[in-house]
C-alpha cells in the first residue's frame, strides 16, 4: 500500500552539530514532498517543501534532499538548536481518481532531541 | 491573524459514549482537513471539505464518525458510539485554496482518550 516510512523513530544530537532526519516512501508517482515539524502540544508546522523535479532545496538552516531513484527524502539541520527539538514528519501528495483528488500522507515522525 | 484553533484540547470518554471536536479554520479558508494520528503510528487523512461540501471522505473510519461544516465556517467531528481504537490526536487543517502549491495550515489537535 502507499506508505511513507522513517529509518530511524528517534534522533539525539548535541547542540550546535548537524542532524540528518531520514524518509524512505513507497509511491514513486509522488512529485511534492514536505517536511513538517511538531512541536509538543501544537500541530505539524511546514518547514519546507521538495517538488520531484529538483534533488536539493535549501532553508535557513535547513536542506531537503531528494532521491527519487531509491525513494529516499532526508532533512538536514545545520547548527542544531535546543528549539529544534520536535518530532519530524516526512509526507507527501498522492493523487488519486484521474487527479480530481489528493490526499497528503504522512510518515510515523521521527523524534529529534537536542542535548545543551 | 489567528490560527486553526480546535476543541477542546483533550478529552476522556467512556468506549460507548459520544464525542464532538470542533474545528475554527483560518478566515476565509475554504478548505478544511481533519486527520488523526493514532498513537505510535503516522498521521492520516480523514477528510476533506471545500467550503460545505465534502470534496474527499475515503478517510473516514466507518459510520460512526461524521463529520459536518454547515455554512462553510467551523466543522465538528462526532464519534459515536465511541471505541477504544478511536484513541488518538485528531488534527484539523485549513487551506485558502487546495493543491499542493496551497500550505494546510494545522490546528493544535484534540487528544481523545477512549477508555
Known amino acids: 500500500g502507499e506508505s511513507v516510512g522513517l529509518h530511524l523513530p528517534t534522533l539525539s544530537v548535541q547542540e550546535g552539530d548537524n542532524s540528518i532526519i531520514n524518509c524512505a516512501y513507497s509511491?514513486?508517482?509522488?512529485?511534492?514532498f514536505i517536511w513538517y515539524k511538531q512541536e509538543s502540544g501544537k500541530g505539524p508546522q511546514f518547514i519546507i517543501d521538495?517538488?520531484?523535479?529538483?534533488d536539493k532545496r535549501q532553508g535557513q538552516r535547513v536542506t531537503v534532499l531528494l532521491n527519487k531513484t531509491v525513494k529516499h527524502l532526508s532533512l538536514q539541520i545545520a547548527a542544531t538548536q535546543p528549539g529544534d527539538s520536535a518530532v519530524y514528519f516526512c509526507?507527501?501528495?498522492?493523487?488519486?481518481?484521474?487527479?480530481?483528488?489528493?490526499?497528503?500522507?504522512f510518515g510515523k515522525g521521527t523524534l529529534l532531541t537536542v542535548n545543551p | 491573524e489567528a490560527g486553526v484553533t480546535q476543541f477542546p484540547s483533550h478529552s476522556v470518554i467512556e468506549k460507548g459514549q459520544t464525542v464532538t471536536l470542533r474545528c475554527d479554520p483560518i478566515s476565509g479558508h475554504d478548505n478544511l482537513y481533519w486527520y488523526r494520528r493514532v498513537m505510535g503510528k503516522e498521521i492520516k487523512f480523514l477528510l476533506h471539505?471545500?467550503?460545505?461540501?465534502?470534496?474527499?471522505e475515503s478517510g473516514m473510519p466507518n459510520n460512526r464518525f461524521l463529520a459536518e461544516r454547515t455554512g462553510g465556517t467551523y466543522s465538528t467531528l462526532k464519534v459515536q458510539p465511541a471505541e477504544l481504537e478511536d484513541s488518538g490526536v485528531y488534527f484539523c487543517a485549513s487551506s485558502h485554496l487546495g493543491g499542493p502549491d496551497n500550505e494546510q495550515f494545522f490546528g493544535p489537535g484534540t487528544r481523545l482518550t477512549v477508555l
Open positions: 509511491n514513486s508517482a509522488s512529485d511534492y
Open positions: 471539505f471545500v467550503k460545505e461540501s465534502k470534496q474527499d
Open positions: 521538495i517538488r520531484s523535479n529538483m
Open positions: 509526507a507527501y501528495y498522492l493523487w488519486y481518481s484521474g487527479g480530481s483528488n489528493y490526499k497528503l500522507t
